[in-house]
Every structure is written in C-alpha cells, then in structure tokens.
C-alpha cells in the first residue's frame, strides 16, 4: 500500500475509534481527502511537499473547474486541514500547511425547517399497527422530541433510556455524554414500539432502540430512506431530512419563548455560536409578539 493510503486509512480509523466520528462523516472525509489526493497525482505534486502556493490552485481548481459552491469547499478544506494537522502531529510532515488556508465566505442561509402542521402530516404516515410503522413514528417523534443528531438517534439503546423520568442519555459528538427528555407524544410512541413491535423486530436479541426489519441496528443511511419514504406519501414540497426536524425543534423552542442558552444545552452544542443561527423566527411570530407588546400597534376601543 502506497504511503499516503495509508496515512489516509490511519487516519480515518484515528476519527471513527479516538475521536469517535460517526460512519457518516469518517465516509465525507475520506471522500474529500481521496479527491484531494487525486488533483495532486494530475499535478505531479507529493503529498508531504504541498505548499501554499499549491493550495492557491487547488482552491482555484475547485471553483472554476468543479463549480463547487463555497460550503462545499469550507468542507473540503475543514477535512484537509484535520488531515494535515494529525500528519504533522505523527510527526509525517514538518508543518500543517493548510492553516494558511482561509475559505471562501458562506453565505448566510436560514436553516430549513418544517412548520407545525406539516409535521403533524409526517406524524400521520406511519401505520402504528404494524412493527415498522411503530418504529418510524417513534423515529420521528424522538428525533423532534429531543433534537437529536442522526448518529446520535441510531446509538440509543433500550438501556439508555429511563421511562419514569423520560430522560435518554446521549452520547454526542466528540464522546460527550447528556441527557434529553421528551413529552407525552414520544412516551406514547415509545410505549407502543417497546411494548409491540420491537419485541418483534429484536429477532437478535439486540441492546440498540432502533432496529432494521431484519432485527439489525438501523443505520444512519436508513433513516435517511425511511424519511425519504415517508415524505412521499404527504402532500409536503420540501426534502426531508433528520437534521431539517433538529432544526425544526429548536427554531419551535425559540418561537415559543424558550432561552437561547437552554437551547443549546439540549441541542448539544458547544459553543453558544453554533446555536445562534436559530434565532430567527417566523414572520407570524414576529407580528404576534409586536401587535402583542407593542403599546400603539392596536387602538384600544375601551379607552376613556
């Protein structure tokens, strides 16, 4: 095997058991990194020799010639320099060059979420009689419930979970341990899957909440399928996603008058930035809370 293979692979191993990347993302960097890789083998270029100058074509390379929109490449460069910083910790090159590297500007965008009643259409899809249709609805109640992360969902498991005071213990990003609680809808949902359908899903007698129809743990790509398949069968225009109903769970908090810091103790973020994008309301909120505070937006009819 070839040099940089192999930094690529001990690389990406270093992620998934040191820092605890789920399969998803260890998949994107690597993805990422190999397309790095590639360009420079088109160049000649080594890849302990890379310099500056270098990276000033490749970024170049990645606007005009691959059309990449400026997230694609900030994600890009995000998993090059990782790579580029656990290359010069081994001790493989001598410096990171790519923290000299600064992206392209993102542009803003809102998140995108889903709105009350379309998430009650969702709700309705699944068939609660059978098995799978227990599963998804629990699947998505959960995943609106607590605003979990995907990876994060897949790797609950039954024991995780204390029913008397709904609360779940989540491992997140980086090994970090906290708790979520959930409502009457999700206990209803979970009470009937673990009641019903799980015990007939857990052919293998497995330790994990969410199971495939072959008693195997679901994986991120599957739910991704399974919301994909449930969005089909609604009336709803927008893609669908398990992030977009993280989304929608704290932007609903917001909206309802819950305190930015709490919402990012739940979301699991650790920086207060991270959690600012969702400070956006809707322009129904925005109207409600001015005609609502407001001493001159209604005229009073009761006034002397």
Same mark, same amino acid.
């Given at each position: ?19 605890? @990347?789920? &399969? ?15 360009? $420079? ?38 998993? /090059? ?43 309705? #899809? ?9 599963? &998804?609805?629990?699947? /998505? ?8 992360? *995907? ?18 213990? #989540? ?35 497995? &330790?994990?909440?969410? /199971?495939?129809?072959?008693?195997? *743990? ?41 305190? $930015? ?19 956006? *309301? ?6 409600? *809370?001015? @005609? ?8 009073? &009819?009761?006034?002397?």
């Amino acid at each position: 095997m070839e040099v940089k293979n192999q930094c690529l692979n001990d690389y990406l191993e270093y992620l998934k058991f040191q820092k605890n @990347y789920s &399969d998803y993302t260890v998949k994107s960097y690597g993805i990422d990194i190999e397309e790095f890789l590639e360009y $420079l083998e088109t160049e000649c270029l080594k890849f302990k020799d890379v310099e500056y100058e270098d990276l000033r074509f490749y970024l170049m390379y990645l606007k005009d010639e691959k059309k990449d929109n400026n997230t694609s490449i900030n994600r890009k460069l995000s998993a /090059l320099r990782g790579f580029y910083k656990y290359l010069a910790n081994e001790g493989i090159i001598k410096s990171n060059v790519f923290s000299l590297v600064s992206g392209p500007k993102k542009s803003k965008k809102l998140p995108r979420y889903f709105e009350y009643n379309e998430l009650e259409e969702l709700f309705n #899809i699944p068939d609660k009689r059978l098995p799978l249709g227990q599963r &998804d609805l629990l699947l /998505l109640e959960l995943l609106y419930a607590t605003g979990v992360r *995907v990876g994060e969902l897949v790797n609950i498991k039954v024991g995780d979970i204390d029913l008397g005071q709904r609360n779940i213990l #989540i491992l997140g990003k980086g090994n970090k341990e906290r708790y979520v609680t959930y409502g009457d809808y999700c206990e209803e949902a979970l009470k009937l899957y673990l009641s019903d359908g799980y015990l007939s899903l857990n052919v293998q007698n497995s &330790d994990f909440l969410f /199971l495939n129809n072959n008693g195997g *743990v679901l994986t991120e790509r599957g739910v991704r399928y399974i919301l994909d398949q449930i969005i089909k069968k609604t009336g709803i225009s927008k893609s669908i996603s398990p992030h977009m109903i993280r989304h929608s769970f704290a932007t609903h908090l917001l909206n309802e008058g819950c305190d $930015l810091l709490t919402v990012q103790k739940l979301l699991g973020h650790e920086s207060i930035k991270a959690t600012q994008i969702y400070t956006h *309301v809707s322009t129904d909120r925005l109207k409600e *809370v001015y @005609y609502h505070s407001f001493p001159r937006a209604k005229i009073n &009819d009761n006034k002397e």
